[in-house]
């Protein structure tokens, strides 16, 4: 039976125009296909494009919408928190650190549209301007002409105005510091497309597989392990791992007893 927790749908807000993308949570079978492909496949960008299909992730946005996406998915299936494994160049010993989802993505402008969302902001941004190029000029010139905005002309409004039309799309940080747990030294890692897809699972396949089968010889289907959410998959696997404990403790205090 389908695990109806993978059709809720999350509203995930990716331009400041409050337009949103639907995404739900992924079962551990898509899970296990995202790593099949990144094992199989050569050609990284069929892989990632492969991903991102999986995911539920539309394919006309840019790449680093698309990483926020897949990042996304990812919290909502297993967790925010991503490892970051790396050499530090100063110790040069491999550390360990955790990253959150919202540490990579800069939201910090989208605050100053909400003023202008009564006012058809998402009208003015379908203009043929560049976001990226628009000057305080181009805005002013906006103001004058649209009967919305014209109660909204000082120079603090056209201001915010502009940078709310600059920040229509959250800033993906490809580049973040992470402090060396051995020898303390802040290193700046660089989080790329490789990394991203990499911190979408907490397994390697192989790793996969042993968790599949464990499950399967402690009473579940195959069918029941592949509709679980990954978050759900790893608390099961480590309520086997806890009964196993106990039940050798148990039989080494009845030795122990004897």
């Known amino acids: 039976m389908k695990n109806p927790t993978l059709d809720l749908e999350v509203d995930f807000k990716i331009l400041a ?49 698309k990483l926020a996406c897949l990042l996304k998915v990812r919290e909502i299936s297993n967790g925010s928190d991503c490892q970051l494994k790396y050499k530090c160049p100063k110790c040069n010993r491999v550390t360990e650190s955790i990253i959150m989802l919202e540490d990579m993505l800069d939201f910090s402008l989208f605050d100053k549209i909400e003023r202008f969302r009564d006012v058809k902001l998402k009208d003015v941004t379908e203009l043929n301007l560049d976001p990226e190029n628009i000057k ?16 909204m002309r ?10 709310s039309l600059k920040a229509r799309f959250p800033k993906f940080k490809h580049f973040m510091t992470s402090r060396c747990i051995l020898c303390d030294f802040e290193n700046l890692v660089n989080v790329d497309r490789q990394f991203v897809v990499k911190s979408l699972s907490t397994h390697s396949i192989a790793a996969m597989y042993q968790v599949y089968h464990k499950l399967v010889i402690n009473g579940f289907t195959k069918l029941d392990v592949d509709s679980m959410l990954p978050f759900e998959r790893e608390i099961q696997s480590g309520l086997i791992d806890q009964a196993v404990q106990q039940l050798k403790q148990a039989r080494e205090g009845a030795k122990v007893n004897n």
């Open 17 to 65: 125009t409050g337009e949103s993308i639907k995404l739900s949570p992924i079962s551990s079978q898509i899970e296990k296909s995202a790593l099949e492909a990144q094992a199989i496949q050569e050609d990284e960008q069929i892989a990632f494009d492969h991903i991102c299909k999986l995911y539920g992730v539309p394919d006309n946005l840019s790449e680093d919408l």
């Open 136 to 151: 305080m000029s181009d805005v002013f010139g906006m103001f004058e002409e649209s009967p919305e905005l014209k109660n």
């Open 154 to 163: 000082d120079l603090e409004d056209v201001k915010d105005l502009t940078l």
